[in-house]
Structures are given as C-alpha cells and as structure tokens.
Antibody
Framework: EVQLLESGGGLIQPGGSLRLSCAAS????????LSWVRQTPGKGLEWVST????????YYADSVKGRFTISSDNSKNTLYLQMNTLTDEDTAVYYC?????????WGQGTLVTVSS | DIQMTQSPSSLSASVGDRVTITCQAN??????LNWYQQRPGKAPKLLIY???NLETGVPARFSGSGSGTAFTFTISSLQSEDFAVYYC?????????FGLGTKVDIK
C-alpha cells in the first residue's frame, strides 16, 4: 500500500526556518517525481515545488523560489522541503504528493503556522 | 503563469442530479489538465488525468472532456459521497496552477 506521511510542521515565527519531511512507503521511491502542494486554511490549492525522478530536476513556484529547497533521500525514501525566511503568507497545510504531471497519492498534510 | 478559471464557484444539487463544472485556461494547455476531489479535512484525490482519463478505481459517473482552453468535468448522477470541492489543475507549463475550486453541496 502506497503511503506518504508528512511531518515537521508547527508554529514558527516570521523569518524563521522549518524543514518538512515526507516518508514514503509501498512503492519504489526513486522511480517517481514528488511534489509539495500547500493549502491555505479555508482556501484553495497552490503548487509549491516538484523534484524529478531520482532526485533530478527541481521546480519552484515564484512565491517560494530562493527561500524553499526541495530534496530527497532515496536511501531513506524521504522527501524534504527546507523552508527559510518564512512569512505569514506561508501559513498553510503542506501536502506531499506522488507524480509529476498528476498526483495519484497524497499524504495527509502537515500544518505550518507562521505567526509571532 | 497560466490562470485557471473554474465555474461555478459553488453549486447546490440533489442526489441523482447531473453536475457540470467548467474550467477555462487563459492560454492553450492542450489536454494537460487534471481534476481532483477534496472532501473536508482530507487530502485531494485524483479523479481525472490528462483531461479525459478516469483514474483507476474512480466510479464511471465521473468524466472529463475538453482540450485547448476549455474543459468540462461531469458527475452523471450525484451520490451522497460526492459532496466535496473539485479542483482543476494544469500541467502544461510551470508553474503548475489550480483553479479556485467548485464546492458541491446538498440542495
């Protein structure tokens, strides 16, 4: 069974940093692209970042480019999102999702709250 | 960025009704469009990929059509478990973008 389990969310002050993790199981991790998608409470979905198959090419939304870094560790079957210089606009539930052009599996999400 | 305009933003319908949601792109995106369902407190679920393809395990009452800039998502006979928010999503060009969603609730 494919599972994606996010962790690392929490309350962080503006300007702070946080690293999200997404532990994957039930599939060959290195054979899939993976993405982070976020959702502001009560609002819609925003694509954040994608990493290509085997940890190849990376892509970022303009809103996070230069502040967020996506990476993966094939030995640990884990996806990461390093988030720096956080602002209140980054407050959201962050989902990891499997796939490049469409995402057939999603995690349950982890809430990041940026507030003083 | 490619803007995806969904309509309506919300609708009320009864079990058994036919429901149609449209998604308009402000640039040509060929067939590079997906539809997701999101129930309250849950992660999005893939229903339709590449405009018309039904994801494995998704009931056949869901369907998608369109290409270019205009797309349609249809539920042929609404069931109680279909009350949710539906999003279109384009992957023609980075950054990937979503529509704002259509909330389907009970009339």
């Amino acid at each position: 069974e494919v599972q994606l389990l996010e962790s690392g969310g929490g309350l962080i002050q503006p300007g702070g940093s946080l690293r999200l993790s997404c532990a994957a199981s039930g599939f060959t991790f290195s054979r899939y692209a993976l993405s982070w998608v976020r959702q502001t409470p009560g609002k819609g979905l925003e694509w954040v970042s994608t990493i290509g198959i085997g940890g190849g090419n990376t892509y970022y939304a303009d809103s996070v480019k230069g502040r967020f870094t996506i990476s993966s560790d094939n030995s640990k079957n884990t996806l990461y999102l390093q988030m720096n210089t956080l602002t209140d606009e980054d407050t959201a539930v962050y989902y990891c999702a499997r796939g490049l052009r469409w995402s057939d599996y999603w995690g349950q999400g982890t809430l990041v709250t940026v507030s003083s | 960025d490619i803007q995806m305009t969904q309509s309506p933003s919300s609708l009320s319908a009864s079990v058994g009704d036919r429901v149609t949601i449209t998604c308009q792109a402000n640039h040509e995106i060929s067939i590079y469009l997906n539809w997701y369902q999101q129930r309250p407190g849950k992660a999005p679920k893939l229903l339709i990929y590449e405009a018309t393809n039904l994801e494995t395990g998704v009931p056949a009452r869901f369907s998608g059509s369109g290409s270019g800039t205009a797309f349609t998502f249809t539920i042929s006979s609404l069931q109680s478990e279909d009350f949710a928010v539906y999003y279109c999503h384009q992957y023609s060009k980075w950054p990937w973008t979503f529509g704002l969603g259509t909330k389907v609730d009970i009339k």
